[in-house]
């Protein structure tokens, strides 16, 4: 499959505990996008890595963290979980994001329910 | 700040019935606008944006800037259009979208 990737598919976890959501963009692309989907919320942006650095973040909270790795896979780290900490993290991916372009197609990964209890 | 309205939360039609999917933003500038869809247990796809201004699966989109409205429209309805609807809203210089909180749209044969 060489489209988005995302583990794991489901996580059930404690509150107070520590998750960590990997990515893996698709073939080609350089920026990656992660989006939380709540029921109360809808889809909101987290934040955004290009080749490597941030680029741009969104509603993302200070226990929440991402870093894209050399090989341009991304990881979100989820700490002090809650129970409002529950949803679905999608990833994405385009070809660029760089300032100056017009937005790219962002193509999505399955997502992963997290499901803090 | 931006935002996506969707006002319809489910739109349900009949096979062959005209479809209209309500998306309304608020962005002082020049925004770019995306229709998102995710059928069953597919992931969510683009399904088109307003600089391309092609029809895509029947279904077109403009952007009216003067009532800051980018609905979706089809002629008629087909069943395996059912699916979740997402407008979404990016600013030149950022691919960040924001999304609205989404229309689920069901075509009854």
């Known amino acids: 499959d060489s489209g988005v990737t995302q583990t794991p598919k489901h996580l059930i976890t404690a509150t107070g505990q520590r998750v960590t959501l990997r990515c893996s963009p698709r073939?080609?692309?350089?920026?990656v996008y992660w989006y939380q989907q709540s029921l109360d919320q809808g889809l909101q942006f987290l934040i955004q890595?290009?080749?490597?650095?941030?680029?741009a973040k969104g509603n993302i909270l200070e226990r929440f963290s991402a870093q894209q790795f050399p090989d341009l896979h991304s990881e979100l780290n989820l700490s002090s979980l809650e129970l409002g900490d529950s949803a679905l993290y999608f990833c994405?991916?385009?070809?660029?994001?760089?300032?100056?372009?017009?937005?790219?197609?962002?193509?999505f990964g399955p997502g992963t329910r997290l499901t803090v209890t | 700040a931006q935002r996506v309205t969707q006002p319809e939360k489910l739109l349900s039609v009949f096979k062959g019935a005209p479809v209209e999917l309500k998306c309304n933003y608020s962005?002082?500038?020049?925004?770019?606008l995306f229709w998102y869809v995710q059928y069953s247990r597919q992931r969510l796809q683009l399904l088109l944006r307003?600089?391309s201004r092609e029809s895509i699966k029947g279904f077109t989109a403009d952007l009216n800037k003067g009532e800051t409205s980018f609905h979706l429209k089809k002629p008629f309805a087909q069943e395996e259009d059912s699916a979740m609807y997402y407008c979404?809203?990016?600013?030149?210089?950022?691919?960040?979208?924001?999304f609205g909180t989404g229309t689920r749209l069901q075509v009854f044969p």
């Open positions: 890595y290009y080749n490597g650095e941030e680029r």
């Open positions: 979404a809203l990016s600013r030149f210089n950022t691919d960040k979208l924001i």
């Open positions: 073939s080609g692309d350089l920026s």
């Open positions: 994405a991916s385009s070809v660029s994001g760089l300032a100056g372009e017009l937005p790219n197609e962002q193509y």
């Open positions: 962005y002082s500038g020049s925004p770019e």
């Open positions: 307003h600089i």
